[in-house]
């Protein structure tokens, strides 16, 4: 049976199938696979079904539905939620309730969605395994050896396995497209300022913005339907008058004519041969398909992950002050003074890569150094977004690999910090720059691990974007592509 949004939503709408009976079926499966992949830091049996009786009464008054009727949906332990804890995958915060929701949980809860638990992470976002979670390990449903991605890493996993019809992610250098690329389903990066980051945990907050993980692209258009649009309590959420919401889902199914892609092919170079192999398989396809390759050159990318690790640790170390050992989460019952508290709950509190992003953050800041790092990488992002901006004057979409390799297996890149940023190399200057992006499943390697197409486009043209990834769709099968552990 197709458990994708759609499918779901569609049959509790009509009677065929009831909320509670959708979230029942979700649970035994989690309950079958979750100690094999470790996806969720926390489930919400309890509350999720008292979220579908409320559908199922709906149904029964005969009231109207939100587009997410009983479809259950996991999140990211990042957004703050009143029900569960919020904990970032952070001892620091293990035992922290919210007291409000999210922008994007209250769009969730209006849209009838049903919330089956929260989804582990590295810790406060900070990297690209999910390695780094301070609570617990998650495997990649394709082979539990390897790494999901991150740090939406939960989130990605438990949509590959079937754990839940869909998820929400966070994406400030790649973290949604990147795990979606290691799991085989579809992330989207939305624009920046497009999705309200209220009650979003800030790591970088020019960077940080929160997308959806589906099965399709269709889910994927759906999700951002519901989560997309103007918040007055986030100031940097773009308003309607700027930059009106459409459907995303009206013309996902009409082809582009004339589609014109614009390519690098410096970034095919030096990656794993089949991710190569299948990105350019990629773009053949959309050649039979009727578009136009256009060679174009982006002088400024490759000092994105430099300029990235500045601006972000940077926003980190600013941010993640606020865990003094004071006002709330961990607090240390070794400290004796003040300066204690502070510098013995962060230290007992706070995992490696945290520390180490917040040290390189508050060296970037300080005194003297100010000018050589933070703002010399500031001038880097404008200029890598003028290469952006170029590229789409030249184009419709820019295509390259979301990951230079498939799913890599655990401890691989621990031990070099520097090898593990380079992970992220394709995605980063996307959030850099503020556009949209999405991953798609195009392949998979001889050890039948899923790789990854990366689309972007201009601002605020994900229509255009799902369009775009909509067509590989409709004329692959990789989409439908499950690991054995969710079969």
Known sequence: MEWTVRSIRDRVASGKLQSREAVERFFARIEKIEPQVGAF????????????AKVD????????LGPLA???????????????????????????????????????????AVIVGKTNMDEFAMGSSTENSGLKKTCNP??????????????????????????????????IRQPAG??????????????SRYGLVAYGSSLDQIGPITQTVEDAAVLLNVIAGHDPRDSTCVSEQTAPVPDYTAGLETPLEGLRIAVVESFLEGIQAEVQQAIEEALRLYQKLGARLVPIQMPHFEYAV???????????????????????????????????????????ALGAEVKRRIMLGTFALSSGYYDAYYLKALKVRNLIRNDFTRAFEQADCLMMPVSPTTAFRFGEKTADPLQ??????????????GVPAVSIPCGLDRQNLPIG??????????SMLLRIARMFEKSTQWHSCMPDIAK
């Open 41 to 52: 830091l926390t489930l919400l049996k309890e509350t999720a079904l008292e979220q579908a």
């Open 57 to 64: 009464e709906k149904i029964a008054s005969g009231r109207p």
């Open 70 to 112: 009983g479809v259950p949906v996991a999140v990211k332990d990042n957004l703050c939620t009143t029900f569960g804890p919020t904990t970032c995958a952070s001892r620091m915060l293990e035992n922290f309730i919210s007291p409000y929701n999210a922008h994007v949980i209250e769009k969730l809860l209006a849209a009838d």
């Open 142 to 175: 394709w082979d539990i050896s390897r790494v999901p991605g991150g740090s939406s890493g939960g989130s990605a996993a438990a949509v590959a396995a079937r754990m839940c019809a869909a998820a929400l992610g966070s994406d400030t250098g790649g973290s």
């Open 182 to 195: 290691f799991c085989g389903v579809v992330g989207l990066k939305p624009t920046y300022g497009r999705v």
């Open 306 to 348: 430099s300029a990235y690790y500045v601006i972000a640790t940077a926003e980190a170390s600013s941010n993640l002050a606020r865990y003094d050992g004071v006002h709330y989460g961990y607090r240390s019952p070794r400290a004796g003074s003040y300066i204690e508290v502070y510098s013995k709950s962060r230290d007992e």
């Open 420 to 433: 593990m940023y380079l992970a992220d190399i394709y995605t980063i200057a996307v959030n850099l720059a």
């Open 453 to 462: 197409l990366q689309i972007v486009t201009a601002p605020f043209t994900e």
